[in-house]
């Protein structure tokens, strides 16, 4: 009879389903929601369409009601995540990413900027920061995927560009002891696939954006955009050097658009992505708010992390346990086999592991960005259940063994 992998229980085997040519035992047990995509992400425990059936499809989103929805999720969102009560909040177009560029158009260039570039989305900031904006002073600080850079080079008197959570690196900022709370630029933070999950120190930022389609798993489509007193003065003492398009513009004559943190959205929404918002949000009331969801989170990167240490062949691409992020929790491969193959191979090996995965139906959309290095991506935010991870830990050991016997 074959050996039993050590990090396998006998309750989640099914013996006489064996990978051929090795002792690999394919499980039993499946996770009840095999969605671990990091983006868009699981949807909430119990959610079904039930819950958008109050949706206002088919009315303006400038009438009262609607207006009214928006500006709930605007109400609701500062007070879940604790934000000051002095900050702006507003809704705005084309998701995180429109977020980001509002505010990188809007801020950028009246002072040198340093921007961290550690990962995909924020090297994206980097070079719109350099090459798009031709920001005067701008300085790239850099680092490979699974590190930081080195925050001690930071200028303070700059304004300072940084992704909060790597969200294709699966590595994040630890805390914001690092920046001072005197200090002369702008912190501007993507914190997409940080918030809701992550303690934000609100006190050490001046910008923050997120959307809706990660932690709370809302539908995409819409990002949200928080802004301090400081960030609000630069925007209404400062005007951006160059001209914007109407769907970047965050003041007229001079003075902030107080709609847009009103639910006055710059442009139409999606009122079945507002319910859907609203949905999420009531939910994580429901469940404890902020702390609840941080710790569900953290529970999720425990149970990777448990299985990490005694699977053998796979381990966090973030080399620092303190900077592991516990939503985007990237994994890489380190078994003998594997890392004899050329680059090409390994691609392709890690492509195949997914594809498995895929195939059985317990685990879906979990390769690693296409910009990343070849391994595995397992979203780990608040709506993922631990019980489902823990069930998916076996099932990985098994598609590497049926990999390892494809490719070694």
């Given amino acids: 009879m074959s050996s039993l992998p050590a990090n396998l229980a006998p309750d989640d085997l099914a013996p006489d389903d064996l990978v ?12 009840g929601n095999p969605c671990f995509s990091s983006g868009p992400c699981a ?19 400038r009438a009262a009601e609607g207006r009214a929805r928006l500006n709930e999720v605007i109400t609701r969102s500062h007070a879940l995540l604790g934000m000051p009560a002095d900050w702006k909040l507003g809704i705005v177009p084309a998701s995180d990413t429109g977020a980001v560029e509002m505010v990188l158009w809007s801020l950028v260039g009246r002072r040198p900027v340093d921007v961290l570039s550690f990962e995909s989305f924020s090297a994206t900031w980097a070079n719109d920061i350099v090459a798009q904006l031709q920001a005067p002073g701008a300085r790239v600080l850099q680092a490979e995927y699974g590190r930081l850079p080195d925050l001690a080079r930071i200028d303070w008197s700059h304004d300072v560009v940084l992704a909060w959570n790597g969200t294709t690196s699966g590595v994040r900022i630890p805390d914001g002891s690092f920046i001072p709370d005197e200090r002369e630029g702008l912190v501007i933070c993507d914190a997409t696939s940080a918030a809701f999950a992550m303690d934000l120190p609100w006190e050490k930022l001046d910008v923050v954006t997120w959307s809706w389609q990660k932690v709370l798993g809302g539908e995409a489509a819409h990002g949200m955009l928080a802004l301090s007193p400081r960030a609000v003065r630069r925007l209404e003492e400062m005007p951006p050097p160059r001209p914007l398009p109407k769907i970047f513009r965050l003041t007229e004559k001079g003075r902030l658009i107080e709609g847009i943190f009103r639910g006055d959205t710059i442009n139409t929404p999606s009122m079945l992505c507002v319910e859907d918002a609203l ?10 708010g902020l702390p609840a969801l941080v710790a569900r989170s953290r529970a999720n990167l425990d149970v990777v992390s448990e299985w990490v240490a005694r699977s053998g062949w796979a381990a966090f691409l973030a080399e620092n346990p303190a900077e592991r992020s516990s939503t985007s929790i990237c994994l890489t491969i380190v078994a003998p086999w594997f890392r004899a193959l050329d680059a090409a191979a390994q691609a392709k090996a890690a492509r195949r592991l997914a594809a498995v995965l895929e195939d059985e139906g317990v685990a879906l959309d979990i390769g690693s960005y296409r910009d990343a290095p070849p391994g595995l991506r397992l979203w780990g935010g608040a709506t993922v259940e631990a019980g489902d991870l823990r069930a998916l830990m076996p099932w990985l050991d098994w598609a590497e063994a049926l990999v390892r016997s494809e490719f070694a």
């Fill in 279 to 288: 949905d999420g949000l009531r939910w994580a009331e429901s469940i404890g």
């Fill in 43 to 61: 949807k909430r425990p119990g959610w079904s369409l039930d819950a958008l059936s109050g949706a206002l499809l088919g009315r303006s989103h």
């Fill in 20 to 31: 051929p040519g090795n002792s690999a035992v394919r499980p039993g047990r499946r996770p």
